[in-house]
């Protein structure tokens, strides 16, 4: 869903009434620009990025990148048909957010998959933090 509030999440969370210490997703699917700047009142956020996005997406927004915990690079198992450095792009996202966990994933070949559910789960788990902003200029 597009546009997605916190307003909306609470909304959505009164009617779900999970039980405590549930572990609830958000799926924003949205650009690369706006779930960096407004919060959905989420513990930890991991952005997906798909190997056909191309090695420069974290250069190109780097304030999702910056505000997020882990990364999961996915459809990995296209790589051999592609153009796409998988190595650069880590050290592009590694670059505006050093702390960020990467990991690499393919569905429909199962690749990283259960490990990349123990780092988000480790990631959700975490103490909250004081919020992420992304830097002032950034939003330029
Ligand atoms: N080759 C490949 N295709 C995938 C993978 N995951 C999803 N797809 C395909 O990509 C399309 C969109 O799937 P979706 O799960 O919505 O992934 P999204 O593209 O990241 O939104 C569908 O046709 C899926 O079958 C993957 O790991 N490898
Ligand atoms: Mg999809």
Redesign the pocket.
């Known amino acids: 869903m597009h546009d997605l509030d916190a307003d909306m999440v609470a909304e959505a969370l009164r009617e779900l009434d999970p039980p405590a210490h549930s572990l609830v997703l958000i799926e924003n699917i949205c650009n690369l620009v706006c779930p960096a700047f407004f919060g959905l009142g989420e513990r930890a956020k991991v952005v997906?990025m798909?190997v056909t996005e191309g090695e420069d997406k974290p250069l190109k927004y780097p304030h999702m990148f910056r505000t997020s915990d882990v990364l999961v690079l996915?459809?990995?198992?296209?790589l051999p048909h592609l153009d796409v450095d998988v190595a650069r792009c880590r050290e592009y996202a590694r670059r505006v957010n050093p702390r960020l966990e990467i990991l690499e994933?393919?569905?429909?070949?199962g690749d990283g998959l259960a490990h990349g559910t123990r780092s988000c789960t480790r990631a959700w788990s975490r103490e909250p933090e004081r919020p992420k902003r992304p830097d002032a200029a950034d939003a330029a």
């Open positions: 997906l798909a996915t459809k990995v198992d296209l994933t393919s569905a429909t070949r």
